[in-house]
């Protein structure tokens, strides 16, 4: 099992940015897919986007496709997602993942996660 504690969610205008961070411990990061899962009040938890271990495949949800960036620093083990042009229905708490092995889209193959960082985004 890895560990994971996001940070750097907060309260931004519309069309502001924000980048949140994930650090890693416990097993080889490299060996893991890592990815952003989002969960808006009262909807259910979504793919936001994931990035192979290599750091050469990155794969986004349609609806933050152009906006958001994900990326991996293997020497600091921290994933981290870039956040522009936000939307008010970027609304919801980001949660990260680790998918051993995998490079998936699907929450069920991420067997860690972490607690969950609060994005509020303000018209």
């Known amino acids: 099992q890895v560990q994971l504690v996001e940070s750097g969610g907060g309260l931004v205008q519309a069309g502001g940015s924000l980048r949140l961070s994930c650090a890693a411990s416990g097993r080889t990061f490299s060996s893991y897919g890592m990815g952003w899962f989002r969960q808006a009040p009262g909807k259910e938890r979504e793919f936001v986007s994931v990035i192979s271990w290599t750091g050469r495949s990155a794969y986004y949800a349609d609806s933050v496709k152009g906006r958001f960036t994900i990326s991996r620093d293997a020497a600091k083990n921290t994933l981290y997602l870039q956040m522009n042009s936000l939307k008010p229905e970027d609304t919801a708490v980001y949660y990260c993942?680790?998918?051993?092995?995998?490079?998936?889209?699907?929450?069920?193959?991420?067997?860690?996660w972490g607690q969950g960082t609060q994005v509020t985004v303000s018209s």
């Open positions: 993942a680790a998918a051993f092995g995998k490079v998936s889209t699907t929450g069920t193959d991420f067997g860690s």
